[in-house]
């Protein structure tokens, strides 16, 4: 089943915990304790700690309270390796961020068998699922959203602020005009744009606008893009002149990040630059625009691309394949210019671009006396021509700049200006302009979860509690009795449509109960119950009858019997159970005869799995 491998693999990958529905179902429902997720959460506030004080505190209470109160009572659940590895490093008073690591990779484990089959046959793991069906079936368009000011102008097309109008949560609207796009020829620069973004947008990655969605419509392609309204430092560095060691010193240990996010997933920027990096409301930066960012994981570039006065030498050198590296001497030219204003390779404000690329192949930067030996000591590191970069420390500051509240930190709208229609006029979109676009629509699921889970969550599930406990008591009072279910070896129930009269042209709202051996089904107020064998069923099929899925009963004597779910995870689950049974039925008419034929013996008992109760909202 779809949505539980996702879901195992979501705790494969320790992300398990920030599926409320698992934290709830364990806290508030399951029959035993679980006292690992009280120490996972411990050891997650540990990891935030920033000061080494702090941490050692911390990790000494926790050792005392999960680890050794457990140990003297002989109830320690973890391995000897786990508690050696925190033992020495206490000893020391090593207290790294990572201290219990080994202890989260086996609470993790702990959890992979008993509890996490409970809560795949829980109503958790059904709400679990009914959020991933919403997932899966997000198709966006303009209308989801209201579209805002424009705050940004590029080659392709403008950004704006916008709102999605399910969640209200505010974000920024990168527009690419396709028209636009053919006349410059740039297809492969906009699929590539949203190629590097689904690459960069998963995991934690603070340091980085990401994206959460990507649409198109006939005329437009669409990015839905984390909002910075605090303008980008090309913008406050005109505004607020140069900045000092101790802010650029801010700025460089997150712009550092942002990169280390990139590389780690083989990906080359390429194009770093002031007017790249984007501030938010707090005055932390991200770095914006993967226009010209490349793939490296199997093949090196040797594109001259970027911008002149940014870009490294290897980069100039055409036929030269590069990698990482050159973000890093970018990096140089762009903390240089912060200090001074320029660009190291573009003084006296030159703009012939050969000569810029010139000096920057060729000219030995000169730093001035005002630098501090260990900032010079950087920038020469990171100017070299030919070097391997090292760590840089990073410290914990204040960012230097708060940008306004309340105000748009760009230019005016009048300012950023507009396209001349007139350009593209005589552009045509053709089929196969617009089949190159088939496979740009995307969600990256854990921003959209995160989406959810900060905004509409709680209510919609509170919302959907009242509806189906009022369902509940409906059925109730209907004769639709959980009841009847219990102490039977029934595998699941709940309502579906079945096609009825005479043509089959009608659709009929029935309560149905899966057995092994039979569907039982009632209407409503009826308290004669329907029955349909095993044995009289000849295949379990799944049709489309107007462009519902629906599952179809072949009959013995040519009949059909159709049945249609009420939501996608119901047919998926009714559809499998349903076939089980069916290939199970078949298995045990099939080796009746041979029973029959041996006339009296011992009573032959077929194996089967465990049957799992299902509730009424077929999961």
């Known amino acids: 089943r779809e949505e539980e491998e996702d879901c195992r693999e979501i705790l494969r990958g320790k992300k398990i915990f920030s599926e409320r529905s698992l934290l709830d179902f364990c806290m508030n429902e399951i029959d035993e304790a679980v006292p690992q997720l009280k120490f996972y959460e411990e050891i997650k506030e540990y990891e935030k700690l920033d000061s080494e004080e702090e941490r050692l505190t911390r990790s000494r209470q926790i050792y005392d309270v999960y680890i050794m109160k457990e140990l003297l009572s002989c109830s320690h659940p973890f391995s000897k390796k786990a508690v050696d590895h925190v033992q020495t490093h206490l000893a020391k008073k090593q207290v790294p961020p990572n201290l219990f690591q080994p202890y989260i990779v086996e609470i993790c484990d702990s959890l992979r068998g008993k509890i996490f089959q409970k809560f795949i046959e829980s109503d958790k793991f059904t709400r679990f699922c009914q959020w991933k069906n919403v997932e899966l079936n997000i198709h966006l368009t303009m209308n989801d959203f209201s579209v805002h000011r424009i705050i940004g102008r590029g080659g392709f097309g403008e950004v704006y602020g916008c709102r999605k109008a399910d969640t209200g949560k505010m974000y920024a609207m990168k527009c690419l005009d396709k028209k636009r796009i053919k006349m410059k020829q740039g297809e492969t620069l906009a699929l590539n744009e949203r190629i590097m973004l689904s690459l960069v947008s998963t995991g934690d990655c603070p340091f980085i606008v990401c994206m959460t969605y990507a649409f198109h419509t006939p005329d437009k392609l669409c990015f839905i893009l984390d909002l910075m309204n605090g303008g980008d430092l090309h913008y406050h560095l005109s505004q607020h002149g140069v900045f000092s060691e101790k802010d650029m010193r801010f700025y460089a240990a997150e712009i550092i990040l942002g990169l280390e996010h990139m590389h780690n997933r083989f990906v080359v920027y390429r194009d770093l630059k ?3 990096i984007l501030l938010d409301e707090h005055g932390h930066v991200r770095i914006s625009d993967l226009g010209l960012a490349c793939d490296f994981s199997k093949k090196k570039p040797h594109a001259s691309v970027g911008t002149h006065g940014y870009m490294a030498p290897e980069v100039l050198q055409k036929g ?3 990698d990482s ?11 240089f210019k912060l200090l001074r204003g320029h660009s190291p390779f573009r003084q006296h404000k030159t703009k012939d671009k050969h000569e810029i690329d010139r000096m920057t192949l060729t000219m030995n930067v000169e730093l001035p006396d005002s630098f501090s030996p260990e900032l010079k000591s950087l920038l020469e590191g990171l100017l070299q021509r030919d070097v391997t970069f090292y760590q840089m420390c990073i410290w914990f500051y204040p960012p230097p700049l708060i940008p306004p509240r309340g105000e748009v930190n760009a230019a005016d709208a009048f ?26 629509p995307l969600v990256i699921s854990e921003r959209w979860q995160q989406e959810v889970a900060e905004t509409v969550y709680d209510a919609v599930n509170s919302d959907t509690d009242k509806n189906e406990a009022r369902k509940r008591a409906k059925n109730k009072q209907q004769g639709h009795e959980e009841d009847y279910a219990l102490g039977k070896d029934c595998i699941m129930h709940g309502y579906m449509l ?21 569907v039982e089904w009632r209407g409503e107020g009826e308290s004669r119950q329907n029955l349909l064998t095993m044995e009289q069923i000849v ?10 899925k629906c599952i179809l009963l072949r009959i013995k004597g040519g009949k059909q019997f159709v049945l249609q779910c009420e939501s996608d995870p119901e047919f998926v689950q009714w559809k499998k159970e349903l076939t089980e049974a069916f290939t199970e039925a078949q298995k045990l008419l099939r080796r009746a005869p041979k029973v029959i034929g041996k006339g009296r013996t011992n009573v032959v008992e077929l194996s089967k799995p465990p049957l799992a109760h299902r509730n009424s909202n077929g999961l």
């Open 539 to 548: 295949t379990v099929e799944e049709t489309q009858i107007k462009d519902k």
């Open 415 to 440: 300012d950023i200006g507009s396209f001349d229609e007139e350009d593209t006029k005589g552009i045509k979109l053709l089929d196969s302009d617009q089949e190159l676009y088939k496979n740009f």
């Open 325 to 335: 590296s050159a973000d890093w001497f970018s990096l140089g030219c762009m903390l």
């Open 498 to 518: 079945k096609l009825g009269n005479p043509f089959l042209t009608q659709w009929q709202r029935r309560y149905f109960y899966l057995f092994p051996n039979r």
């Open 320 to 322: 030269t394949a590069y």
């Open 274 to 276: 002031p007017a790249n």
